[in-house]
Nanobody, 125 residues
Framework: QVQLVESGGGLVQAGGSLRLSCAASGRIFSINTMGWYRQAPGNEREMVATITSGGSTSYADSVKGRFTISRDNAKNTVYLQMNSLKPEDTAVYTC???????????????????WGQGTQVTVSS
C-alpha cells in the first residue's frame, strides 16, 4: 500500500496563512495526480486543488487567488499554501494521491489511489 502523511494544519486568524504538506511513501512506481480535498461539518467533501504530474493545476472557485498547490516529485510530496484564510475555509483537509505502485503479487505495477488521514484547519474570525 501507499501511505500518506499530512502535516501543517492548525488554528489561524482570518487573513492568516497555513501550509499543508502530504508525503507519500511505499512501493511507489509513479505518481500522477495529487490533490487536496476538504470537508466541513454538515457539508460534502469538495475538491480544493489538484496538480498533475506535468504541473497542471486546478482550483475550486472559492480558493482561486488565495491557495497554491505545488509538488516535489523527488520527495513524493504535495503542498497547499493557503493565504488570506477565511472562516469558511474551516474544514478537515485531506490529501489524495493516485498513480502506480509495485505489488509483491505481480511483476507489473498496478494503479493505486490513497487518501491521507486528514488535518484540521480552523480559521477564527
Amino acid at each position: 500500500q501507499v501511505q500518506l502523511v499530512e502535516s501543517g494544519g492548525g488554528l489561524v486568524q482570518a487573513g492568516g496563512s497555513l501550509r499543508l504538506s502530504c508525503a507519500a511513501s511505499g512501493r511507489i512506481f509513479s505518481i500522477n495526480t495529487m490533490g487536496w480535498y476538504r470537508q466541513a461539518p454538515g457539508n460534502e467533501r469538495e475538491m480544493v486543488a489538484t496538480i498533475t504530474s506535468g504541473g497542471s493545476t486546478s482550483y475550486a472557485d472559492s480558493v482561486k487567488g488565495r491557495f497554491t498547490i505545488s509538488r516535489d516529485n523527488a520527495k513524493n510530496t504535495v503542498y497547499l499554501q493557503m493565504n488570506s484564510l477565511k472562516p469558511e475555509d474551516t474544514a478537515v483537509y485531506t490529501c489524495n494521491v493516485g498513480g502506480r505502485m509495485m505489488d509483491s503479487s505481480s511483476r507489473y505495477p498496478r494503479d493505486f489511489r490513497s487518501w491521507g488521514q486528514g488535518t484540521q484547519v480552523t480559521v477564527s474570525s
